[in-house]
């Protein structure tokens, strides 16, 4: 039984991992905005789309769930504006580093954020790991160690993404708004910054007043954006260990979108992608026999 009610949130976090890939390659068409205002637009665009999607799900409760909190319980009113700064910090850095020169710094750090996950499943909710599972953090221990000694150094994007979102992620639980609600209301709360992002260079804002191609494509960002991040809050409800595993999918993704931007993998990096690719076989092959126990 466990196994089938995991079976969506598994669908989730896949299908959450190639909507990110195909946002990546999506910011592409995006020209001429710079990374912070592709960000703020894509912020602006997603908070009212994430709504219609709340409200077409029944789902809006949750929104009044956790304001009606705010009221007997005030440490909301600090850590709200903290979980929404660090999960903004992760969207705007999605967005900025491929455009600024940190693209790899940032796959690094998602190839590192599912040992950080399982690993803060494990310290903070003492979450199981399974012997599969293990062996999945041993291949793809692997690959990491052979992607740092290559890099030589860890950069504050690396550091941002592989610690940033395990904070995030035990502050939600913490906070018991691990919800699409909770996430709504994080993206609300940095609209201000958002629009300061997307609206005051004049000359790129009148482009996007003269461009219809330039529209659709905003909104397109929005309506990817705000799907891809639901079916992630869905994939949270999976154990850290598990939901940090299935996580390798994105940044393996991200690679295939690179390498059809026209970039290439070394040949001493062969040993990190291989790895990484052998532990999602395992899981793979982990989930076909838990859906078979199952069946039986």
């Known amino acids: 039984m466990q196994s089938r009610n995991s079976l969506p949130g ?3 976090s896949l299908a959450a991992s190639v909507l990110f890939a195909t946002l990546y390659y999506y910011t592409t068409l995006l020209e001429p905005l710079s990374g912070q205002q592709i960000y703020g637009w894509r912020i ?5 789309c994430l709504a219609v999607l709340l409200l077409g799900f029944g789902r809006w409760g949750e929104v009044r769930q956790i304001l009606s909190r705010l009221s007997t319980e005030p440490w909301l009113w600090l850590a709200l504006p903290v979980s929404s700064a660090l999960v903004g910090l992760q969207l705007w850095l999605f967005m900025w580093a491929p455009i600024n020169g940190h693209g790899l710094n940032v796959s690094l750090g998602y190839f590192l954020l599912p040992l950080t996950l399982v690993f803060t499943g494990w310290l903070v909710f003492g979450e199981a790991i399974s012997r599969l599972q293990r062996l999945a953090c041993v291949l793809a221990a692997v690959g990491v160690a052979n992607e740092v000694l290559l890099a030589a150094s860890l950069s504050w994007p690396v550091l ?3 610690l940033g979102y ?4 035990v502050l939600r639980r913490r906070m018991q708004t691990a919800s699409l609600g909770g996430l709504w209301l994080d993206l609300v709360i940095s609209l201000p910054v958002a629009a300061t992002f997307a609206l005051t260079d004049g000359a790129t804002l009148q482009h996007v007043i003269d461009s219809l191609r330039l529209q659709l494509l905003i909104f397109g960002l929005g309506a990817f954006s705000a799907l891809a991040l639901a079916l992630m809050i ?3 409800r999976l154990n850290l260990a598990l939901f940090g595993l299935l996580s390798y999918v ?3 993704l991200l690679v295939v979108v690179s390498l059809i931007l026209g970039e290439s993998i070394a040949p001493e990096q062969w040993l990190t992608y291989g ?4 532990a999602i076989l395992v899981l ?3 989930g076909m026999n838990a859906l078979r126990r199952g069946r039986g």
């Not at 602006?44 to 009212?48: C, E, N, R, S, Y």
């Open 234 to 236: 869905i994939a949270t």
């Open 284 to 286: 793979v092959f982990e």
């Open 250 to 252: 994105e940044p393996v």
């Open 44 to 48: 602006l665009l997603t908070a009212p």
């Open 10 to 12: 598994v669908a989730s």
């Open 160 to 162: 941002a993404v592989a």
């Open 166 to 169: 395990p904070c995030y992620f």
């Open 275 to 278: 790895a990484i690719w052998l």
